[in-house]
């Protein structure tokens, strides 16, 4: 094996197992002014951020490990002007440090965020993901959510022309 790289380390099942133990302090958080405009830099570079009044109907969480940020994920309660999601709870962003991925990191985040929406009366979550991102799918497959499609969001996208090659999934 001399000479060769491992490219990807959350494949070696060795490595996840020693990373889960040292990331065993991992702390589920509210998201803070200061998380937001972090996560807004990551996932839309160069796009100004002003972080507004809190929201109730918008749940953030981070998962952080010695002050550094692994993963952000957000659950939103549309209000009636946002349809055709009205009556939905929707995960709404979902992202993980691409080193920490395969670490459970996800699947923390993915847990407490659905605890949140079951003490606030959530009888379902929504969630669209693309086909093609099979290490998503399987993510929410371990949370529990199916691959049914919710057929009043589906025909609500298509008249907008926003149902390509989306799936809806719901837990």
């Not at 065993?24 to 405009?37: H, K, M, N, Q, W």
């Not at 209000?79 to 459970?104: C, D, E, I």
């Not at 609500?156 to 799936?167: I, S």
């Amino acid at each position: 094996m001399a000479g060769c790289t491992l490219t990807r380390p959350q494949s070696c099942h060795h490595w996840r197992c020693v990373c889960r133990r040292l990331l065993r302090g991992i702390i589920i958080t509210e998201a803070s002014d200061s998380d937001l405009v972090y996560v807004n830099a990551r996932l839309n570079p160069g796009s100004p951020y002003t972080p507004s009044p809190p929201n109730p109907a918008v749940t953030n969480l981070v998962a952080t490990w010695h002050g550094r940020m692994l993963g952000f994920v957000q659950l939103v309660r549309p209000p009636p002007s946002h349809a055709p999601y009205v009556g939905y709870w929707l995960f709404s962003l979902y992202t993980l440090h691409p080193l920490y991925r395969g670490f459970g990191i996800g699947e923390t985040l993915g847990r407490a965020l659905i605890t949140i929406a079951r003490q606030e009366g959530a009888e379902e979550i929504f969630l669209v993901v693309n086909q093609t991102n099979q290490s998503a799918i399987r993510l929410y497959q371990k949370l529990g959510f199916s691959r049914p499609v919710c057929p009043t969001l589906k025909n609500n996208w298509k008249k907008k022309g926003a149902c390509r090659e989306d799936g809806v999934s719901r837990w």
